[in-house]
């Protein structure tokens, strides 16, 4: 099964929102099209929330396609308003697999979670912006591994 994982920031400018949902259903789509059945995400706040509720949204006409939920340590969300949490419990639910990579938050849990993702999969959806932080990292480590990346 080939496998694509995502990145990207917390923050979406809201006038970016609709526009790069769009661009990511585009690109699950076409993934689909070249054989991509796995979609690994780590359900982080921004982004990981977003991508998550495409690949769900695109299980409507792929019903085969597989989300996999790479989640750093046990609640990750428990500190996060109410909304986002609900959002995020409910994106487990719907979730096909969900794998807890730590019991409990260490420093370092979000890098190990994404090279995690990186290493299980061949492509990378990044939504990056600037040139520091964790979704630059997990970019440049895909890079450095040999893996697709696609810019949205």
């Known amino acids: 099964m080939k496998a694509c994982c995502f990145t990207g920031h917390r923050d979406i400018p809201a006038h970016e929102e609709e526009q790069l949902k769009a661009r990511i259903l585009r690109e699950i789509y076409n993934l689909v099209l070249q054989g991509v059945t ?3 995400n780590g359900g982080a706040l921004g982004f ?7 690949v769900i949204e695109q299980k409507e006409a792929f019903p085969d396609i597989k989300l996999v939920m790479d989640v750093p340590h046990r609640g990750q969300a428990d500190a996060w308003p109410a909304e986002q949490q609900q ?15 730590s019991e409990r ?11 995690h993702m990186v290493d299980h ?17 997990t970019r ?3 890079l450095e591994q040999g893996k697709t990346v696609v810019d949205v």
Not at 121 to 137: F, N, Q
Request: some cysteine.
């Open 38 to 40: 796995v979609f690994r």
């Open 48 to 54: 990981d929330m977003l991508a998550a509720e495409c």
């Open 87 to 101: 959002r995020y419990h409910l994106l487990l639910e719907m979730a096909d697999e969900v794998n807890v990579l």
């Open 105 to 115: 938050y260490f420093r370092g849990c979000m890098y190990a979670r994404n090279r």
């Open 121 to 137: 999969s061949e492509l990378l959806i990044a939504y990056v912006r600037k040139s520091t932080g964790g979704s630059y990292y």
């Open 140 to 142: 440049s480590y895909a």
